[in-house]
Nanobody
Framework: QVQLVESGGGLVQAGGSLRLSCAASGRTFSRYTMGWFRQAPGKAREFVAAISWSDGSTSYAESVKGRSTISRDNAKAMVHLQMNSLKPEDTAVYYC???????????????????WGQGTQVTVSS
């Protein structure tokens, strides 16, 4: 069982930055591929970014590529999402998630992640 707790959301003006963090429980955090998803009102949950446990390789949605950076600190069992040049369309609840242990790569599909946090609200004003 893994518990994930997100933090760092808030209200920011367009063009601003936020750094989301996700704290994970569990002794084998370093073996989990981690991801960030977001869900806006009335929309499906969508992939944002992922980072592999094995080599730290990353993947991003086209909508955030070049503006966001995912990183992880295995010693602290944390994963971060740095978001820059925020746009109003980035407004959503952001969720941290992890795949079952041993999966090397991230996935665009929410169903392929086993554990989820409760989410943190990001609101970008125009």
């Amino acid at each position: 069982q893994v518990q994930l707790v997100e933090s760092g959301g808030g209200l920011v003006q367009a063009g601003g930055s936020l750094r989301l963090s996700c704290a994970a429980s569990g002794r084998t955090f370093s073996r989990y591929t981690m991801g960030w998803f977001r869900q806006a009102p009335g929309k499906a949950r969508e992939f944002v970014a992922a980072i592999s446990w094995s080599d730290g390789s990353t993947s991003y949605a086209e909508s955030v590529k070049g503006r966001s950076t995912i990183s992880r600190d295995n010693a602290k069992a944390m994963v971060h999402l740095q978001m820059n040049s925020l746009k109003p369309e980035d407004t959503a609840v952001y969720y941290c998630a992890c795949r079952p242990p041993g999966y090397y790569s991230g996935s665009f599909y929410p169903d392929e992640y086993r554990y989820w946090g409760q989410g943190t609200q990001v609101t970008v004003s125009s």
